[in-house]
T-cell receptor, first 114, second 110 residues
Framework: AQSVTQPDIHITVSEGASLELRCNYS??????LFWYVQSPGQGLQLLLK??????LVQGIKGFEAEFKRSQSSFNLRKPSVHWSDAAEYFC????????????FGSGTRLLVRP | DVKVTQSSRYLVKRTGEKVFLECVQD?????MFWYRQDPGLGLRLIYF???????EKGDIPEGYSVSREKKERFSLILESASTNQTSMYLC?????????FGPGTRLTVT
């Protein structure tokens, strides 16, 4: 069955430090992958997506993610974290059947130390 | 810009009440979705619709129903609210391979 795993429930980094959030997926075909961010009390905002082509994708707010088929991973990175990046981050894969439903990971909450 | 709106940001209901959560999108999208978000569980699909009057169960449909009478509107119905339905509810609509989310409704059932 298709699934998405985010092994880190919480991550704390200092402002200005680099960040990597992990995401592993289980999917039979070529996955379409997404990272969303949710600030407190808000809906989900799309950070970036991978459909095909270059395995390093750039997103908004200075985020990037790398698709590694051999590791079934799609980790999110940012070279220098800002206090405003504190939020919850969700990795997701879309089912390419008639439903187009998203399968989400359980999320990683990012805390930023001043 | 795609706009997905939900009728309420916060809602408090009593056990046994019938609850309607409304979602409207302004981009003529065919597919719409209702997700439920709980800590540690991420988002789980309740129901989705791929056209007017067409609906399909998602992963956790028990205790919920939906209505789609017009293309732009997708309603989630809790026939008899229970405390275990206290949660954040997110609506989304789909264009191509991307889903656009509303701001969410935080429902508390007491």
């Amino acid at each position: 069955a298709q699934s998405v795993t985010q092994p880190d429930i919480h991550i704390t980094v200092s402002e200005g430090a680099s960040l990597e959030l992990r995401c592993n997926y289980s999917y039979g075909a070529t996955p379409y992958l997404f990272w969303y961010v949710q600030s407190p009390g808000q809906g989900l905002q799309l950070l970036l997506k991978y459909f095909s082509g270059d395995t390093l994708v750039q997103g908004i707010k200075g985020f990037e993610a790398e698709f590694k088929r051999s590791q079934s991973s799609f980790n999110l990175r940012k070279p220098s974290v800002h206090w405003s990046d504190a939020a919850e981050y969700f990795c997701a894969v879309v089912l390419m059947d008639s439903s187009y439903k998203l399968i989400f990971g359980s999320g990683t909450r990012l805390l930023v130390r001043p | 810009d795609v706009k997905v709106t939900q009728s309420s940001r916060y809602l408090v209901k009593r056990t046994g009440e019938k609850v309607f959560l409304e979602c409207v999108q302004d981009m003529d999208h065919e597919n719409m979705f209702w997700y439920r978000q709980d800590p540690g569980l991420g988002l789980r699909l309740i129901y989705f619709s791929y056209d007017v009057k067409m609906k399909e169960k998602g992963d956790i449909p028990e205790g919920y129903s939906v209505s789609r009478e017009k293309k732009e509107r997708f309603s989630l119905i809790l026939e008899s609210a229970s405390t275990n339905q206290t949660s954040m509810y997110l609506c989304a609509s789909r264009y191509s391979n991307e889903q656009y989310f509303g701001p969410g409704t935080r429902l508390t059932v007491t």
